[in-house]
């Protein structure tokens, strides 16, 4: 075993086949808003079971373009869990909303659904569920809390393309769906994103968003033979080209492939964690296909914590955190409250927990390099 060889905490995965789909758009007639975004576009829909989805050039992007659809602005609140990236809630900000932090589940850090309710009140506009690691949130009871008060529910699924809740596809589990293609994400565009859902004039009103307001595109103009556009909202260019989608594309038709490896890199990383004293696993819920973006385990405390990611930087191994509290960032304290002790939950988890490598082109051999390291980290710090 060559226990220098560098492991990352993610890679992605690319092909041959990739490399030659990349370069049949970059030789294509269309290099951006083309055939092969409408078929990524498709094939999406297809795997989430939705009727619409719409590519962007981010995952950011994506969350920014449901924020502002829904027509959120000042005045408005939108819930979101204090474990999440802050992309969740930066979105909600550049439409001038207010986001509003909700604690997490102790065993999961997915968003609790007792803080959330205790969050509603009167400018409460919708609630952001954060598939946190790759495990659906209880969608259930967030569905049935949004119902109650008229809220849209959202999914960010960025780390959950694939998985599923009750046997229903992550994408089709709220009004609208966040999905991010950057490297580390489950397939990836190098940067991309893309939303989903049902809503045939909130898919409509998305394309117009991410292409400046404007109510058709190029190639819809030049096969009607059209000059003439109208801008009807204020938009951005958040495009996806035909390269990004090309290599999307490719990457989807392996996409349940990888999940199948890194559910077995995941359970191999359980049972070899069972032994080690003081670092555990998150929990895991019934009736969900988990899409395993990150094998995040929780330290006992901050020094083993600590500790453990010294020695696994002196074994070239790269661990994570996944996340710092997303209100105690200096922004949202400046701005939006956040302070100290507001979600207790998720103040407790960033001081302790630590993603460690997880990827399709892991084997067994890696996992194991990574538990002993861990173990022995560990040993020490008990003795
Ligand atoms: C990655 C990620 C985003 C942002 O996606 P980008 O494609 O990097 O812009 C948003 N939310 C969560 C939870 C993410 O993990």
Same mark, same amino acid.
């Given at each position: !075993?060559?226990?220098?060889?560098?492991?990352?905490?993610?890679?992605?995965?690319?092909?041959?086949? %990739?490399?030659?789909?990349?370069?049949?758009?970059?030789?294509?007639?269309?290099?951006?808003?083309?055939?092969?975004? *409408?078929?990524? &576009?498709?094939?999406?829909? +297809?795997?989430?079971?939705?009727?619409?989805?719409?590519?962007?050039?981010?995952?950011?992007?994506?969350?920014?373009?449901?924020?502002?659809?829904l027509g959120l602005?000042?005045?408005?609140e939108v819930i979101?869990?204090? !474990? =999440?990236?802050?992309?969740?809630?930066?979105?909600?900000? !550049?439409?001038?909303?207010?986001?509003?932090?909700?604690?997490? @589940?102790?065993?999961?850090?997915?968003?609790?659904? %007792? +803080?959330?309710?205790?969050?509603?009140?009167?400018?409460?506009?919708?609630?952001?569920?954060?598939?946190?690691?790759?495990?659906?949130?209880?969608?259930?009871?967030?569905?049935?809390?949004?119902?109650?008060?008229?809220?849209?529910?959202?999914?960010?699924?960025?780390?959950?393309?694939?998985?599923?809740?009750?046997?229903?596809?992550?994408?089709?589990?709220?009004?609208?769906?966040?999905?991010?293609?950057?490297?580390?994400?489950?397939?990836?565009? +190098?940067?991309?994103?893309?939303?989903?859902?049902?809503?045939?004039?909130?898919? =409509?009103?998305?394309?117009?968003?991410?292409?400046?307001?404007? %109510?058709?595109?190029?190639?819809?103009?030049?096969?009607?033979?059209?000059?003439?556009?109208?801008?009807?909202?204020?938009?951005?260019?958040?495009?996806?080209?035909?390269?990004?989608?090309?290599?999307? $594309?490719?990457?989807? =038709?392996?996409?349940?492939?990888?999940?199948?490896?890194?559910?077995?890199?995941?359970?191999?990383?359980?049972?070899?964690?069972?032994?080690? @004293?003081?670092?555990?696993?998150?929990?895991?819920?019934?009736?969900?296909?988990?899409?395993?973006?990150?094998?995040?385990?929780?330290?006992?405390?901050?020094?083993?914590?600590?500790?453990?990611?010294?020695?696994?930087?002196?074994?070239?191994?790269?661990?994570?955190?996944?996340?710092?509290?997303?209100?105690?960032?200096?922004?949202?304290?400046?701005?939006?409250?956040?302070?100290?002790?507001?979600?207790?939950?998720?103040?407790?988890?960033?001081?302790?927990?630590?993603?460690?490598? $997880?990827?399709? +082109? !892991? *084997?067994?051999?890696?996992? &194991?390099?990574?538990?002993?390291?861990?173990?022995?980290?560990?040993?020490e710090a008990a003795?």
């Amino acid at each position: !075993m060559a226990t220098d060889r560098p492991l990352p905490y993610a890679r992605q995965s690319i092909d041959e086949e %990739d490399v030659a789909r990349v370069v049949a758009a970059l030789r294509s007639d269309w290099l951006t808003t083309g055939p092969v975004v *409408d078929a990524f &576009e498709e094939a999406v829909a +297809a795997r989430c079971g939705v009727a619409h989805a719409v590519a962007m050039s981010s995952g950011t992007a994506a969350l920014h373009a449901i924020n502002s659809v829904l027509g959120l602005g000042a005045g408005d609140e939108v819930i979101v869990p204090a !474990m =999440t990236f802050v992309a969740t809630a930066n979105a909600v900000c !550049m439409v001038g909303a207010t986001p509003r932090f909700a604690d997490v @589940d102790r065993s999961t850090l997915l968003i609790d659904p %007792d +803080a959330v309710e205790t969050l509603i009140g009167p400018a409460t506009r919708a609630v952001v569920a954060v598939d946190y690691a790759g495990q659906c949130c209880d969608y259930q009871r967030l569905q049935q809390l949004c119902d109650a008060n008229n809220l849209t529910l959202i999914a960010d699924a960025c780390h959950s393309l694939g998985g599923d809740y009750g046997g229903r596809p992550v994408g089709s589990l709220a009004r609208l769906s966040a999905f991010s293609f950057h490297p580390v994400k489950p397939i990836t565009t +190098a940067e991309g994103g893309m939303v989903t859902s049902d809503d045939r004039q909130l898919a =409509t009103a998305l394309r117009r968003f991410r292409n400046h307001g404007i %109510d058709s595109d190029a190639r819809q103009r030049a096969e009607r033979r059209e000059w003439g556009y109208a801008m009807e909202s204020l938009g951005w260019n958040y495009r996806m080209s035909e390269l990004h989608a090309a290599l999307g $594309l490719s990457q989807l =038709t392996r996409l349940d492939e990888w999940i199948d490896q890194r559910s077995a890199l995941a359970e191999h990383y359980r049972r070899a964690l069972a032994t080690v @004293d003081g670092v555990e696993p998150l929990a895991l819920l019934p009736e969900r296909r988990h899409a395993w973006h990150l094998m995040v385990v929780r330290c006992r405390d901050e020094a083993l914590r600590q500790r453990l990611f010294q020695r696994l930087r002196d074994a070239s191994i790269a661990a994570v955190v996944h996340y710092p509290a997303l209100h105690l960032h200096p922004f949202y304290r400046r701005h939006h409250g956040g302070r100290d002790g507001l979600c207790p939950v998720a103040e407790g988890a960033a001081g302790t927990i630590l993603s460690l490598p $997880l990827y399709p +082109a !892991m *084997d067994v051999d890696d996992v &194991e390099r990574v538990v002993d390291v861990v173990a022995a980290a560990a040993l020490e710090a008990a003795a």
